[in-house]
T-cell receptor
Framework: GQQLNQSPQSMFIQEGEDVPMNCTSS?????WLWYKQDPGEGPVLLIA?????ELTSNGRLTAQFGITRKDSFLNISASIPSDVGIYFC????????????FGKGTKLTVNP | SAVISQKPSRDICQRGTSLTIQCQVD?????MFWYRQQPGQSLTLIAT?????????ESGFVIDKFPISRPNLTFSTLTVSNMSPEDSSIYLC???????????FGPGTRLLVL
């Protein structure tokens, strides 16, 4: 089945640093989604990308839909302690019916 | 975005028992989904809850173990039957946003089976 390879698995950074992460797939995606999950909460949608090459920002977050449609990138600029959490990429399952497949997540720790 | 609530938020259950999890949405939605998130893992789709018909299960999940109801367009339940410690997970419901394939998630139900 489809798999999303997300990296890095975890990051330990100092407050103020930028946080780059990416997601790749062996198959083409028409949509890329980025979610954040805080401890004890459900995932919250951060950014949705619908077009190859698209670059979208949401505050300090910037995400790009790779031109090959097989990858996506998320960057958090000037990290702050509340950025702590797990970031997941997701895309539509090839089986359709609006089902999603998720990456394994990037766990972010920010040291003040 | 839709406001989604789940009950219970957490529970500790004995093996062999069953637990029914409720998911309530503040607006009518066509697509509702149930996911499992095992400890330290990503989200795995259990099934799509269809209003007025049986749920559609993903490979590895069966109706006898995870019966699902969808009586209307704002509500669904997932039952975890004959539980074992391996069922200890976070169970999440989500709804389609109606815009592409984006989904919004509930807060999750944290289940511990002893």
């Amino acid at each position: 089945g489809q798999q999303l390879n997300q990296s890095p698995q975890s990051m330990f950074i100092q407050e103020g640093e930028d946080v780059p992460m990416n997601c790749t797939s062996s198959s083409i995606f028409n949509t890329w989604l980025w979610y954040k999950q805080d401890p004890g909460e459900g995932p919250v949608l951060l950014i949705a990308l619908y077009k190859a090459g698209e670059l979208t920002s949401n505050g300090r977050l910037t995400a790009q839909f790779g031109i090959t449609r097989k990858d996506s990138f998320l960057n958090i600029s000037a990290s702050i302690p509340s950025d702590v959490g797990i970031y997941f990429c997701a895309g539509p399952n090839q089986g359709g019916s609006e089902k999603l497949v998720f990456g394994k997540g990037t766990k972010l720790t920010v040291n003040p | 975005s839709a406001v989604i609530s789940q009950k219970p938020s957490r529970d500790i259950c004995q093996r062999g028992t069953s637990l029914t999890i409720q998911c309530q949405v503040d607006s009518q939605v066509t697509m509702m989904f149930w996911y499992r998130q095992q400890p330290g893992q990503s989200l795995t789709l259990i099934a799509t809850a269809n209003q007025g018909s049986e749920a559609t299960y993903e490979s590895g999940f069966v109706i006898d173990k995870f019966p699902i109801s969808r009586p209307n367009l704002t509500f669904s339940t997932l039952t975890v039957s004959n539980m074992s410690p391996e069922d200890s997970s976070i169970y999440l419901c989500s709804v389609g946003s109606g815009v592409g394939e984006t989904q919004y998630f509930g807060p999750g139900t944290r289940l511990l089976v002893l």
